[in-house]
């Protein structure tokens, strides 16, 4: 599959899977900013799919997981790339497959539910079999129904971060790159 891709393609994947690396790696030497960096890497997924596809998109998610967990230290980091990773994949991919042309005016909110239950596919079960990688004191009830919504509250701002990066961001600094 990727023999059919141009020259162009391939170095732009491979320079972004290496800036990838570099701010995942940046993420477990900064740990005060750890979500951030990660999150900044996963952007890189969304980055991919735009400019390639969605194919080549899920090649470089794939890739890029496998990577960081062979060259990275801290392997629950990767876990959580991965899953920010997937979240911004099946985003892309809704966009990708025009979800509004079937659902017309309710399409924003086909979107917002899809959104919730990829996130939630991949989070509760994480908080609600494992809260000790997610919460490192006693968790009781309080502390885990406080963990569920702070996890939505969490997906709010991560979407959103998202949202304005590729769209204000990316749309200029992409250009420049295309050119």
């Excluded at 477990?28 to 890189?44: G, K, M, Q, W």
């Excluded at 017309?104 to 609600?128: C, D, E, H, Q």
């Amino acid at each position: 599959m990727f023999m059919l891709l141009k020259a162009r393609k391939i170095a732009f994947l491979g320079l972004l899977m290496a800036f990838q690396g570099i701010l995942f790696f940046a993420g477990s030497i900064i740990e005060v900013n750890t979500l951030f960096f990660l999150a900044a890497a996963s952007f890189c997924v969304g980055i991919a799919v735009r400019e390639t596809g969605i194919w080549h998109g899920a090649g470089f998610l794939i890739g890029a997981v496998l990577m960081n967990f062979i060259i990275m230290p801290q392997k629950l980091y990767c876990f959580t790339m991965a899953g920010f990773g997937v979240y911004i994949f099946m985003v892309e991919y809704l966009q990708a497959k025009k979800v509004s042309k079937y659902f017309g005016k309710w399409n924003r909110y086909v979107t917002i539910l899809a959104k919730l239950l990829v996130f939630n596919s991949m989070y509760l079960p994480t908080v609600v079999l494992a809260p000790q990688l997610v919460f490192e004191g006693q968790v009781n009830r309080n502390i885990l129904v406080l963990m569920i919504v702070g996890g939505q509250a969490a997906l709010f701002v991560f979407d959103k971060a998202y949202e304005v990066f590729m769209n204000k961001h990316w749309a200029r600094l992409g250009n420049k790159i295309r050119k």
